[in-house]
């Protein structure tokens, strides 16, 4: 409750911000696009991560002011840097904001008014989407569908770790699939559970490319991991091997140098 009352309160007072993390392709290390990554920055204290206030943020449904706020901002960073490089925008949207009636209505609106086309800017869902909108799984496919008809990509976040994940290949309207960083070998591939990871990751990749998706491999961290995508022919890497998440300005600064 207190977390509650402090995050509302830090809406209203705008101590939120954006940061990106950017996505490169792995055939000529060029980043592609950028994530937007949500922060909360209150006066005076440390950067407070996602991780400890969306869970309280969907619990209330707080989430649908705060992740309008996030597309907003993260559209009208975006446009210029899509103009300047051609680079896309991801964002991270919650269930909740799913099944908000007006959803496909706000991002239609955050394009229009940012400048961004349609076709450069993608959604990040996760696996669980059908089922923690509870009934109203409905209302959470005919948005993505609406979307995707304007030109708006549909990521599926965090890949491998939910449940019934075949099930939502085939069912959910998606075209990108990123691959959660659990599955990246944590060593250089010479170890039992290296060869492990490094088969589950191929079998990822090569069901996203039968199915005609790009893939995104996330917790890209090693040169080595970089090499064995490509190898394993992901199509896109994010990580802090490339860059961790930075505020715009740092990002459109790589871009400039790197784009
Ligand atoms: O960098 P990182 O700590 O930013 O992100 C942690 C988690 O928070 C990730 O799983 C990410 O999907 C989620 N997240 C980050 N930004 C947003 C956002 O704007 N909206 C939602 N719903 N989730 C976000
Ligand atoms: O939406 P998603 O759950 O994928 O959010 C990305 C999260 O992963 C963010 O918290 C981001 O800071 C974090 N992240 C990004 N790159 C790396 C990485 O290379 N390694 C690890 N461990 N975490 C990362
Ligand atoms: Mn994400
Ligand atoms: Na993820």
């Known amino acids: 409750i207190r977390l509650l009352e402090r995050l509302r309160a830090a809406v209203d007072a705008g101590e939120f911000a954006v940061h990106y993390q950017p996505i490169v392709n792995l055939d000529n290390g060029t980043p592609t696009a950028a994530e937007a990554l949500v922060r909360w920055i209150p006066p005076g204290q440390a950067p407070i991560g996602p991780d400890r206030f969306i869970p309280a943020a969907e619990d209330s449904g707080l989430i ?6 996030v597309l907003r901002r993260a559209c009208r960073d975006a446009a210029p840097w899509y103009q300047r490089w051609g680079t896309t925008l991801t964002v991270n949207v ?12 706000k ?18 869902i996760t696996e669980g989407v059908l089922v923690r909108s509870g009934g ?35 069912d959910l309207p998606i075209d990108v699939l990123k691959i959660d960083r659990s599955f990246m070998p ?43 995508l490509r190898a394993l022919g992901c ?13 715009a300005p740092e990002l459109a600064m790589m871009f400039a140098e790197t784009v």
């Open 235 to 247: 199509d896109r890497g994010q990580g802090y091997h490339f860059a961790r998440p930075i505020p």
């Open 107 to 124: 991002v239609v609106s955050a394009l229009r008014d940012s400048g961004l086309p349609a076709t450069a800017l993608t959604l990040e």
């Open 64 to 69: 649908v002011a705060l992740g309008e706020w």
């Open 136 to 170: 109203h799984a409905q209302q959470a496919l005919v948005h993505l569908s609406a979307l995707r008809a304007e030109g708006v990509r549909v990521a599926i976040d965090d890949f491998g770790t939910g449940y019934s994940s075949l099930a939502y290949l085939r």
């Open 186 to 228: 944590a060593g250089n591939g010479h170890g039992d559970g290296d060869a492990q990871q490094t088969a589950l990751v191929r079998t990822i990749v090569d069901l996203a490319r039968s199915l005609g998706l790009t893939t995104v491999a996330e917790g890209v961290e090693t040169a080595y991991h970089a090499d064995l």
């Open 94 to 105: 919650s269930p909740r904001q799913l099944i908000d009636p007006h959803f496909t209505r």
